[in-house]
C-alpha cells in the first residue's frame, strides 16, 4: 500500500528566511509526487509535480521541490518566505506504474512571521 | 477557465437528517472525485468517476452514502441519515484524466456539521 508522512505538524519561519516542509513516500513502483497549498475555508491548489527526469522541480508561487529516490522524499522548498505563504501544505504520491490512487499526507501548517 | 464549483459551502443539519451536496467540474474534465477531509487530516478519496461511471467506490460507505453522475458531468454526493462522525469538509475534483501525472483541480469544498 502506497503512503506518505509529513513528520512536522507545523513549521514557523521567518518572513526573508528559506522554508522547508519535508515529505517522505512509499509506493512500490516509481512515484507520481505531487505538492498541494490550502488557505483557510479553500480547496486544495496544485503547486508542483514530479513525474521524471530534473530532481528539481519548479512551481507556483516561487516554490521549488526537490526529489530524493535513496531517501525517498520530496521536500517542498523556497529560498525566501513570504507572510502570504502561511497556508496548510499537503504532499501528495501516486504510482506511477498505473495505479490510479492519489494518497495525501496529513498537511504541514507553515506560519510565516514577521 | 472556470474552477470546479461546489454547493453548498456550508451546511449544518441534526443527525439522522439528509443532506446533499452538488459538483460541477471543469469543463472537459472526464474525471470526478468526492474525497472527505476530516480536521487536521488530509483529504481521503470517498469516489472516483471516469464519465459516468464510478470505477473507485471502495471507500464510500455504502449503508448511508449515495453518489451520482448523470451525463457525466455534474455530481451529487448524498449522506442519508447523516451522523455525528460525517461532520467534515466534503471536496470535489476533476481531472483531465484518471490517474497518470495528471494534478486534481479541487473545488473549495462544503463543510457539514451535523449537530
Known amino acids: 500500500a502506497q503512503s506518505v508522512a509529513q513528520p512536522e505538524d507545523q513549521v514557523n519561519v521567518a518572513e526573508g528566511n528559506p522554508l522547508t516542509v519535508k515529505c517522505t513516500y512509499s509506493?512500490?513502483?516509481?512515484?507520481?509526487l505531487f505538492w498541494y497549498v490550502q488557505y483557510p475555508n479553500r480547496g486544495l491548489q496544485f503547486l508542483l509535480k514530479?513525474?521524471?527526469?530534473?530532481?528539481l522541480v519548479k512551481g507556483s508561487y516561487g516554490f521549488e521541490a526537490e526529489f530524493n529516490k535513496s531517501q525517498t522524499s520530496f521536500h517542498l522548498k523556497k529560498p525566501s518566505a513570504l507572510v502570504s505563504d502561511s497556508a496548510l501544505y499537503f504532499c501528495?504520491?501516486?504510482?506511477?506504474?498505473?495505479?490510479?490512487?492519489?494518497?495525501f499526507g496529513t498537511g504541514t501548517q507553515l506560519k510565516v512571521e514577521l | 477557465e472556470a474552477g470546479v464549483v461546489q454547493s453548498p459551502r456550508y451546511k449544518i443539519i441534526e443527525k439522522k437528517q439528509p443532506v446533499a451536496f452538488w459538483c460541477n467540474p471543469i469543463?472537459?474534465?472526464?474525471?470526478l472525485y468526492w474525497y472527505r477531509q476530516n480536521l487536521g487530516q488530509g483529504p481521503e478519496l470517498l469516489i472516483r468517476?471516469?464519465?459516468?461511471?464510478?470505477?473507485?467506490d471502495s471507500q464510500l460507505p455504502k449503508d448511508r452514502f449515495s453518489a451520482e453522475r448523470l451525463k457525466g458531468v455534474d455530481s451529487t454526493l448524498k449522506i442519508q441519515p447523516a451522523e455525528l462522525g460525517d461532520s467534515a469538509v466534503y471536496l470535489c475534483?476533476?481531472?483531465?484524466?484518471?490517474?497518470?501525472?495528471?494534478?486534481?483541480?479541487f473545488g473549495n469544498g462544503t463543510r457539514l456539521t451535523v449537530t
Open positions: 468517476y471516469e464519465n459516468e461511471e464510478a470505477v473507485d
Open positions: 514530479y513525474i521524471t527526469g530534473d530532481n
Open positions: 509506493v512500490s513502483g516509481n512515484p507520481y
Open positions: 501528495a504520491v501516486r504510482d506511477a506504474g498505473g495505479g490510479n490512487k492519489l494518497t
Open positions: 469543463s472537459g474534465h472526464n474525471t
Open positions: 475534483a476533476s481531472s483531465p484524466v484518471g490517474g497518470g501525472n495528471s494534478p486534481l483541480h
